[in-house]
């Protein structure tokens, strides 16, 4: 059974190596789109609908391969250590991944995490919906997408640039600064 996991812990390994680089959207919306409705389970024990936030806050998806893999710790560690930034932008983050929410509470408590991590394990239909589903795989490419008020697809991206999350928070400081009535 060991050398099963060691397969599998090296393919999975591979698998977000491989989601990781900067490429081309890996998904068929784009910006100006309405973002896919959904409720999911949420590691802070509550269940969460996109639609809900409508009319009230700007919402940042972070959808990442798999939990304790080198690039998704660093990028959830990276939305923690800057999570300053969007919520003064009265933006609210969410991790979004193919793991079941046993594992992604476990690696949300190892990290201190503050902001929930959604699970998307028992049909992977919100990758799918987002255009981000790596079939074969059962695991998310990383893509940020931020999302207005008005639950439109304002900004994306991919890759090494979702893990760095700037232009997710440069995103969501310039709908804070249109909310105010700024240009």
Known sequence: M???RLVFGAALLAAAAFAQGTA?????????????????????GDKVTLSSFRGKQTVVLA?????????????MQTYQLGLDKFKGSDA???GVSEDNTPSQKEFAKQLGLSFPILSDFATRKVAQEYGVLIPEMGIANRVTFVIDR????QFMEAGKDAVAILGAGDACSR???KNAGGQ
């Open 63 to 75: 959808f990442f391969p798999a939990a304790f893999t080198g690039g998704c710790t660093k990028e």
């Open 24 to 44: 081309p959207l890996p998904t068929n919306l784009k910006v100006g789109d309405m973002a896919p409705d959904f409720t999911l389970p949420s590691t802070q």
């Open 150 to 153: 008005e639950g439109r697809i």
């Open 2 to 4: 060991k050398p099963m």
């Open 92 to 94: 609210a983050v969410f």
């Open 175 to 177: 709908l804070a600064h």
